[in-house]
Each structure stands twice: as structure tokens, then as C-alpha cells.
């Protein structure tokens, strides 16, 4: 390790998965600002496979992040030679994936002999409601819901992250998109069970709340495919679309009752007035209704990042790099040896 530099002009890379994102956050007393960023999703790659395909991810990241570096730089009216830190997902995420996005953040950086900083992906999800309009305080309760975790935090600084409790076996969001795939429905599935369900009648299905009454915060979403199985099955092998609607709706309400139930658990649990939703579920509509309302009710704010920030992308990785060096909570360095961390525990942090 040589030298650190904390700096407030951010350059972020995010890999882990299927967008490639970039962008650029400036933090000046302590307040962060999104200059600009870009995106690149892959969905239309992988939709002919119903799902992510690892090698064609990595291969994809390789060709776009270069020409999206250059495209927020352009944006923002900066130079290469403005940059102040390259921050890149150290992981969660893809192997392959993320290593495309270190391995360019650090050349970037030898380059132009610029620290680096590795971030977690999850932290990236957590802290982006700070770059909304009306952005949290410290300390609030977390739900992270993505695609690959369902995790209640409680947050009292940048990197003070205690686990309240977490899935057991699927995500929230792979809950979605099984289901979604259940049901015929495209990848990603999550964002089109949605759209099927705003039409259909939640209680048209009786379908299992997991773990509702476990006492504890941790969820479970594995049973649910299997009462979406059973029910389809009952159905039939062509199922009417309203019966289909219908399922959908149903399988929605299932999986935002519980994660309601156990975000005002842990509010209660914790005593914290503030709760922040951040992932990829967290653009769901159903949950951000029935969360302010309960909310409301208990005088709990809720806050969430600007819908286009909820998914993954490339300011949430400049954000926590931004927040980390200015909390003092972690050093950019020179030393542009790079490994990732496919599986990365957030509270380890
Ligand atoms: O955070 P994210 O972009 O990637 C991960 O880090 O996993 O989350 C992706 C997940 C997918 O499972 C996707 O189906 C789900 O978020 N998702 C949604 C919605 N938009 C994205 N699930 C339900 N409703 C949505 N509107
Ligand atoms: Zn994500």
C-alpha cells in the first residue's frame, strides 16, 4: 500500500452483473452530487437465454466501459486529468464481470497515476438515497432488496452496518423473477410481474407469507415458486390470462407483505423513525405504496434513491467511494494489484 489521497471528485465503474454503469460524484462538505452518468444494460443480450449469461456479460463490460468512461467525462465537461479517485465493484457480483471493471478502473488509474478504490456493490445500493432530492440521515433502518440479496440493516454511519436479518434461502427479487419465468414471462422477470399485476386481483390467489410470524427478521421466498407451481398446475397446462393476472397479483402482494411486515419489525426493534429502501425491488410500486402508508401512519420517513437509481448502475459505486474516503472510513491507493470478491459480506465490511 503507498500513499492515500481522500479526494472528492469519483469516478465509478459498476460490473457485477448485466449494466455496465459509469459515472462521476463530487462531494463538497459532505454533500455528494451526481455530475453525470451512463448506462448500458445487457437485458436485450440475455433475453434470448431467459437469464444472465456470465462469459457474455464479461465479454459485453469489456467493449462498453471505455466509451461510457468517455461519455460521462464528455457529460460533465471534466478531463481524464480532473479525476480525483477511479472507484470500481469490488463485488458482490459475477467473477468475470467484476473483473473487467477492475481491471480497467486500475489501468485507468496506472494510467494516470490516480488512486483506486474497490467498493461493495451493496453499500453502493444502501447509501444511494443520498444523491435524491431529499436525501436520509444517519442513523435508519436498511432493506436492501435485489436480485441476489434481501437484507434488513441497521445503518448508523458509513460503514457501520449491523445485520437485523436476511433471506434464508431466495431474494426478493429472485422471487420476482422465477415466478415471472413461472408464468411465461420474459427476463427479467421482476419489472414485467409488476406491469402483469397491476392489473389482476391480489387476493385472487391465496399464496403463503414465509416466516410472517417467525418473530425473527429474516425472510424466506424459496416456498413461494412452490405455491406458484402448485397453483398453475392446478390450472392447467394453458391457464386463462385473467387467472394468470391474477397469479401475478397475488405473488406481488405475498412477497411486499412480508417485506412491509419486517421493515416495521425492525423499525420497532431498533427504535429508528427513518427507513431507506434501496435495490432493484425497491422500484417496485406496490412496495413503495404500501410502505409510505404504513409508514405514514407511524410517522416513519421513507426514503428511496430516484427510480432510475434504484437498479444497479455506476453513481452508487462513485457514491460510496465518495461517502467512505469523505467519512474517512477508507483510503484510495496507488497500489493497483486488484482481486475481487464474487461473495462479499456487507456487515464484514
Ligand atoms: O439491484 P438490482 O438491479 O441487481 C442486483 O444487484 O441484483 O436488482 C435486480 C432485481 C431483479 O430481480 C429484478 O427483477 C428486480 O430487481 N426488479 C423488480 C422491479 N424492478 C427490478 N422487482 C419487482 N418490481 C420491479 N419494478
Ligand atoms: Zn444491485
Redesign the pocket.
Known sequence: MADTVPMPRVLGIES??D?TGVALVHIQNGVPRLLSHTLHSQVAMHQAYGGVVPELASRDHIQRVLPLVLEVLARSGQEMADLDVIAYTRGP?LAGALLVGAGVACALGYALAKPVLGVH??EG?LLSPFLSAEAPRFPFVALL?????TQLMHVRGVGHYKLLGETIDD????A??KT?KMLGLGY????A???LAEQGDPRGFDLPRPLLRSGTLDFSFAGLKTAVAVQLQRLGNAPCEQARIDLAAAT?AA?VDVLVSKCLRALDVTGERRLVV????????R?REQLDQACAVRGVRVHYPELEL???NGAMIALAAAMRLDAGRAQATFDYAFDVKPRWDLAAL
Not at 432488496?145 to 440479496?149: D, I, K, Q
Not at 431474494?171 to 429472485?174: T, V
Not at 434501496?278 to 410500486?285: F, K
Open positions: 457485477s452483473c449494466e457480483g456493490h451493496l445500493h432488496v435485489s436480485g441476489g440479496h431474494a426478493a427479487g429472485e420476482f423473477d415471472a427479467p422477470g421482476g419489472p410481474l409488476a406491469r406481488q412477497i434501496s435495490g432493484g425491488v425497491g422500484a417496485n410500486r412496495l434504484c437498479t444497479d
